[in-house]
C-alpha cells in the first residue's frame, strides 16, 4: 500500500455516541486511543464501570470484578448471578422473513410471553439447568424464542441449520449429550423444497440421549413421533430466570475444525451479556429504536451475536434464505424496506455485489454496515462507500466463534480508511507479535491477545483437565493467546488482518496474506472466484479459479494473471499453476477452505481435512481429491 489511503468515513458528534456519552460522564476525553489503553491496562477498572454503565442485572453482586488475570484460568466476576435471557427478554422486537412462511413479528411482550411458555414446556419435559437443548433450526423467531427459553433455565443452548448434513450435525450434538431437539421437517433453497426427514431421524438415532424432540413447522409435513411447537408452547406461563454464575455455560459453538472432531466451545451467560452489550452499545452505537440485521445461519457465531441486538432493545430481522436468490439486491432492498439501521454482512457477499456491478439504493435510516467473515479489501470498502456516501459508516470486523466476538472492528470515535479495520476493540488487548513474541507495530505478524476477555470460552465441553483448551491457543506462547491470524497493526492503530498464519503464502521470505493475492485476481473479469494454496513441500504455489463464461485457462489469461501479481505483490507470488475448478469451497458463512485444501493435497482424507456437512458445496472438493490423487501417483 502506497501512500496514506482514503478516509471514507469521519465522525461527525463523537459526544452525542453512546461511547462519547459513557467517556464524558467517566470525565474520560473523547480520545479512542487512550480509551483503549485504558480497557486494556485497567482491566478491573474498564470492565466493572461498563457492567455498570451498560445496566447488568445481578441476581447476587459480585465480589470483584476480576479474581485473577491471568490466562487460561482468569476468573471474571466471581460470586456474581445473573442470566443471559432475563437481559433479553422485554425491550427488543423479533422481525422473522421465512423463504417458506408469512413474516412473524414479535413484540417485546410478545418476546416475552412466547419465551415463558416455552421455558414451562422444556420444565415439562424434564430440562434444568445444565442440561443441553439442541436446534436443527433455520434463522426463524422459534429458534430465538427457544434459545432464550432455554437460558432463562439455566440450561445450554447449540444449533446447526438444516443445510447441515446429519453427520456434521452428529459430530457436533453427540459429543454434548442433548436431552431435547428441535428440528424442521426441511427447508428452501433457491426455490426447491428440501425434505430433511431422513437426516432428523438419522440425527435422533444417533443421540440416544434424547428425552423429546419438538417439531417446528416449516415445509408443512412434520417430524412423526415428535411433539408440536404448538403443544410445547402451551398454555400461558409466568416468566422467570434461573439465577446462574457468571461463567454458567449459556451455549456451545463449534469450530469448524479441520482434524477430528470440530471443538465443542462453551462460552458462559455473564462474558457475553457484558462483551456483546459492549460491542453492541459502545462500538455499533445501538440501543432502543435501532434495527439490527446481520444475514446468518444459525451455526454461525453472528446468529448469536444477532440474537444479542435484545439485550440492548433493538429490534433484530432473522432471515432465513439465500443471500444470492433471487438475486444479490433482495437483501438491500429488505433492510430498505425494514429501515434497518444496522446492516450487517460477509465481506463475500459485499465483494459479490461489487463484481456484479449493483448499485444498491440507499436508506435514509441506515447508519452502520458491517463486515465479517474474511477480510475486506479496499474494493469492497470503495463499492459500499460509493452508493452510501459519507453518512454511512462501514465496520469491517475480525474475531470468531473462539470468543463470539469481534476483538477488532469499528468505532463512532474512529476514523474509517479504507482497506483498513479502524481499531482494536475495547477491552481486547490484541497485539501482533514477531516469531520470537515480541510486538510489532507497522509489520506483520501474528495476531495475539495478551490480557484476559470476559468472552474467552469457559471450557471445551467434555475438556476436564483443560488440556485440549490451552493446546489450542496458549502452546505457543505462555499466558498469551495466538488467534492463528496475521495481522499488521499501524501506528495510527487501525488494523489489516491478512488471513489465517497457517495459509499465508511464504515465498523466499516474503510472506503474504492471501487476502491480498484474492484482491488481485478476483478482480479479473475472467475469474468469478478463486483460491490458492501454498504447498510448502515443492514451494508450489497453486491457483484454482472458478471461469467467468467464455474465460479460458489459456496463455493469455495465464500472462494476465502473472503479470498482474508480478506488479500488485512480487515475483514470488505468481502462480506455478493455474486451475480451472467448477467451485470453490467454502463455509456455510462463506469462509474460503484454504487449509483443507492445502491438507487434502498433502495427502489427507477430504472427509478428514474438513467437516463435509458443514460445506456450502460438498461437492466441491472432488477436483481436489482427485488432483491429490494424481499427484501421489505420479501423473501430469
Excluded at 501512500?3 to 474520560?28: H, I, N, Q
Excluded at 490484541?430 to 471450557?459: C, N, Q, Y
Amino acid at each position: 500500500m502506497t501512500g496514506f489511503p482514503p478516509v471514507l468515513w469521519t465522525p461527525a458528534d463523537p459526544a452525542r455516541t453512546r461511547l462519547g456519552a459513557w467517556l464524558t460522564e467517566l470525565g474520560r476525553p473523547l480520545d479512542y486511543r487512550e480509551a483503549w489503553d485504558w480497557s486494556v491496562t485497567d482491566l478491573a477498572g474498564f470492565w466493572g464501570a461498563a457492567a455498570s454503565a451498560l445496566g447488568v442485572r445481578w441476581h447476587d453482586p459480585p465480589t470483584a470484578v476480576l479474581e485473577s488475570p491471568v490466562m487460561p484460568s482468569a476468573r471474571w466476576f466471581p460470586r456474581g448471578t445473573l442470566n443471559y435471557a432475563e437481559h433479553a427478554c422485554g425491550s427488543g422486537e423479533v422481525i422473522s422473513l421465512s423463504a417458506t412462511r408469512e413474516t412473524v413479528m414479535l413484540t417485546a411482550a410478545e418476546v416475552g410471553e412466547q419465551v415463558a411458555r416455552v421455558r414451562a414446556g422444556l420444565r415439562g419435559l424434564g430440562v434444568t439447568a445444565g442440561d443441553r437443548v439442541v436446534a436443527y433450526l433455520p434463522n426463524i423467531a422459534e429458534a430465538v424464542v427457544g434459545f432464550l427459553a432455554t437460558a432463562s433455565l439455566g440450561a445450554i443452548w447449540s444449533s446447526c441449520p438444516p443445510e447441515f448434513g446429519p453427520r456434521g450435525v452428529i459430530d457436533r450434538f453427540a459429543q454434548i449429550r442433548p436431552t431435547v431437539l428441535l428440528a424442521v421437517d426441511g427447508y428452501r433453497h433457491r426455490g426447491r423444497d428440501i425434505s430433511r426427514l431422513a437426516e432428523v431421524a438419522e440425527i435422533r438415532a444417533a443421540l440416544p440421549t434424547l428425552a423429546a424432540t419438538v417439531s417446528v413447522p416449516y415445509l408443512g409435513a412434520g417430524i412423526e413421533d415428535a411433539i408440536t411447537w404448538d403443544e410445547l408452547c402451551g398454555a400461558p406461563a409466568e416468566p422467570g430466570f434461573e439465577a446462574v454464575p457468571f461463567d454458567h455455560p449459556l451455549y456451545i459453538l463449534y469450530s469448524s475444525g479441520t482434524t477430528g472432531l470440530p471443538k465443542p466451545i462453551v462460552h458462559g451467560h455473564g462474558g457475553i451479556v457484558l462483551e456483546h452489550q459492549k460491542m453492541l452499545a459502545l462500538h455499533h452505537d445501538m440501543g432502543p429504536g435501532d434495527v439490527f440485521f446481520w444475514f446468518s445461519t444459525t451455526g454461525w457465531m453472528m446468529w448469536n451475536y444477532l440474537v444479542s441486538g435484545l439485550l440492548v432493545g433493538a429490534t433484530i430481522v432473522c432471515v432465513d434464505g439465500d443471500p444470492g436468490y433471487p438475486d444479490l439486491g433482495w437483501l438491500w432492498r429488505l433492510g430498505a424496506s425494514l429501515g434497518v439501521t444496522h446492516f450487517g454482512t460477509s465481506a463475500p457477499f459485499i465483494l459479490a455485489c461489487r463484481k456484479a456491478g449493483l448499485s444498491p439504493q440507499s436508506w435514509p435510516a441506515l447508519r452502520e454496515i458491517g463486515s465479517t467473515g474474511a477480510p475486506l479489501p479496499a474494493d469492497g470498502f470503495a463499492w459500499a462507500h460509493d452508493w452510501t456516501g459519507p453518512a454511512v459508516r462501514l465496520s469491517s470486523m475480525s474475531g470468531g466463534t473462539d470468543l463470539c466476538t469481534a476483538f477488532v472492528g469499528g468505532s463512532p470515535l474512529v476514523p474509517v480508511v479504507s482497506g483498513e479495520i479502524s481499531c482494536r476493540c475495547l477491552g481486547a488487548k490484541v497485539e501482533a507479535f514477531d516469531d520470537a513474541g515480541h510486538p510489532v507495530i507497522g509489520s506483520v505478524g501474528t495476531l495475539v491477545i495478551t490480557a484476559p476477555m470476559p468472552s474467552m470460552p469457559v471450557a471445551f465441553w467434555g475438556d476436564t483437565d483443560g488440556s485440549r483448551y490451552r493446546d489450542a491457543y496458549f502452546s505457543r506462547w505462555d499466558r498469551v493467546w495466538d488467534h492463528g491470524d496475521w495481522i499488521t497493526i499501524t501506528d495510527r492503530g487501525s488494523c489489516i488482518i491478512t488471513g489465517r498464519s497457517d495459509s499465508t503464502l511464504n515465498r523466499g521470505g516474503v510472506r503474504l496474506g492471501t487476502s491480498d493475492f484474492y484482491a488481485v485476481v478476483d478482480a479479473m473479469p475472467e475469474v468469478e472466484d478463486s483460491l490458492v494454496v501454498h504447498l510448502e513441500d515443492g514451494d508450489e504455489l497453486l491457483l484454482f479459479v472458478v471461469l467467468a463464461d467464455g474465460a479460458a485457462v489459456d496463455e493469455p489469461l495465464r500472462e494476465k494473471v502473472a503479470g498482474a501479481l508480478r506488479a500488485a505483490l512480487s515475483p514470488r507470488h505468481v502462480p506455478d499453476e493455474i486451475i480451472g475448478v467448477a467451485a470453490i469451497p467454502r463455509t456455510l458463512s462463506g469462509k474460503k477452505l484454504e487449509i483443507p485444501v492445502k491438507r487434502i493435497l498433502s495427502g489427507l482424507p477430504a472427509g478428514t481435512a474438513a467437516s463435509i456437512d458443514a460445506l456450502a458445496d460438498p461437492a466441491s472438493l472432488a477436483p481436489f481429491e482427485a488432483l491429490a490423487l494424481e499427484r501421489r501417483d505420479g501423473h501430469p
